[in-house]
């Protein structure tokens, strides 16, 4: 048996966030920085498992026995408890998963910071989940939660319409390459948000939201084939306002940014990760004086 590779792309959730969990149209990018996953076949009935960061140093290992699947040197590690949990559900979907005497050695590599938010776990379901022969969506669905948005993420090498119909997701290519794009930064926030903490001050918050939902539509369309800066700044603000409202959250620029000469957008969770600044001028300076040193330009970020 060959060794085998799986690549899948990073993400970031231009508009629709929150909302698109309840049906919301989405634009969403894949990033050009992803998470690879290599299986290499050993005649131990074990996993050995190693994950690099993107400076090749070693952030996680451990090995586990196959029959039951449990960690065989860390089990109240929580990456070691999660992958069980991952692992569990795959063979649960496709019972012929690990169903065999034969071991692997599993390597997984970012290209990205680990704190950066791109989705190291979403990057994750979807390899192993070509790994095991099974529906990255159901995977998600059974172990982590969330839209799916990301895992379509992993899977398109182009910019998507993401949307849950009957809880079935609705994948489009967009062309969504605004001539604007040079204007188009994202600025990490130093800090990584725990998107299912976010979802969960969501679900507390939401009330009659059906309206709110037909805005964000509307703002989505508008955004995928806006054509001038100053159209797309105006749709930052409305979408802003509008999860604000629901949320009960300020702003990303009220709380941080006041005096920018520019539009700024929360990118999926509120409250860390990236941001999205839309800037007539290069914005590098300002945000490197208040501190924040991970400034991308969007044609480095998006594929």
Not at 18 to 33: E, K
Not at 34 to 53: A, N
Request: glycine fraction near 6%.
């Amino acid at each position: 048996m060959k060794n085998k590779t799986y690549y899948s792309n990073g993400k970031l959730l231009i508009s629709g966030e929150y909302l698109v969990l309840d049906g919301a149209l989405s634009l969403a990018v894949p990033t050009t920085f992803g998470q690879s996953l290599i299986i290499e076949p050993i005649h131990m009935p074990k996993i050995i498992w190693k994950s690099f960061d993107d400076n090749g140093i070693v952030w996680f290992e451990d090995e586990f026995l196959i029959k039951p699947f449990t960690s065989l040197i860390s089990p109240q590690n929580e990456v070691s408890k999660r992958l069980v949990q991952i692992l569990n559900a795959a063979k649960s979907i496709n019972p012929e998963f690990l169903n065999s005497n034969q071991g692997f050695k599993v390597t997984t590599t970012l290209t990205f910071p680990k704190n950066w938010g791109l989705g190291t776990s979403s990057t994750l379901i979807n390899n192993i989940s070509q790994w095991a022969n099974v529906d990255a969506y159901l995977l998600l669905k059974n172990t982590f939660g969330g839209s799916g948005y990301d895992i379509a993420c992993a899977q398109h090498n182009h910019p998507i319409s993401y949307q849950l119909e009957n809880g079935k997701p609705m994948v489009k290519k967009l062309e969504f390459s605004p001539s604007f794009k040079n204007h188009l930064y994202f600025i990490h926030l130093n800090k990584k948000q725990n998107s299912r903490d976010g979802i969960s001050k969501y679900k507390e918050n939401k009330d009659n939201i059906e309206s709110s939902i037909l805005l964000i539509n509307a703002i989505t369309s508008k955004m995928a084939s806006c054509d001038t800066l100053e159209h797309f700044k105006n749709l930052i603000v409305e979408h802003e306002t509008i999860i604000s409202t629901i949320t009960k959250q300020k702003p990303v620029k009220d709380l941080l940014f006041n005096d920018f000469n520019g539009e700024i957008k929360s990118l999926g969770a509120w409250g860390g990760d990236f941001v999205l600044a839309a800037s007539n001028r290069p914005p590098t300076a300002y945000f490197k004086d208040k501190g924040f040193q991970t400034i991308i330009p969007y044609k480095d970020m998006v594929l």
